[in-house]
């Protein structure tokens, strides 16, 4: 038989372990877990080109959707692409989105970032317009911040769509 020390009481190693356990599961009962990508989703998202980042799942478009020098207008190859895009991530439950815009390293710091963010606009107009909801998509301009190659390259003046980790 196993002797109980302090006349069955707990010690003060005891009741703070115990009192870390209570915590702990009544802490796990009230957080509600993230919500991730079903393995389902995550194949969808790489037949698309999205590969895993550290924000999300990122979509970089130089080839897809780059800009003309100074534009913000998307072409209509570019147009039907995104609406495509948008409506074979809807199929699939997928409907929060962040558009990110970019410039190459030409034009003022200030100029670059309103571009871009005009780039960035022009994208979500048409993900809008293919049925993603509004308040689901997110619109940032970074101008000429995290080029794809240095200097003044066309790759650079591109938008990046990123699947947000929820």
């Known amino acids: ?32 877990q993230p919500k991730g990508l079903t393995p389902h989703q995550q194949q969808v998202l790489r ?18 959707l780059l800009f003309e020098f100074d534009s913000s207008v998307l072409g209509e190859s570019a147009r039907t692409k995104v609406t495509e895009l ?14 990110e815009g970019y ?14 963010l005009r780039r960035a606009q022009a994208v979500a107009d048409v993900l809008m317009e293919a049925g993603l909801p509004r308040q689901n998509v997110e619109v940032k ?3 000429s911040a995290s080029p794809v190659v240095s200097g003044n390259a066309a790759e650079n003046r591109r938008v990046a769509i990123v699947v947000p980790l929820l």
């Open 1 to 32: 038989m196993m002797k109980v020390r302090n006349g069955g009481r707990l010690g003060v190693w005891g009741r703070w372990c115990t009192a870390t356990a209570l915590a702990l599961m009544l802490a796990a009962c009230q957080t509600p």
């Open 47 to 64: 037949a698309q080109g999205f590969e895993p980042a550290e924000q999300g799942w990122e979509l970089q478009m130089p080839g897809k």
């Open 86 to 99: 948008a409506r074979a991530l809807m199929k699939e439950g997928i409907d929060r989105l962040r558009v």
């Open 103 to 116: 410039t190459d390293d030409r034009g003022s710091d200030a100029y670059n970032l309103r571009l871009s």
């Open 141 to 143: 301009g970074l101008g």
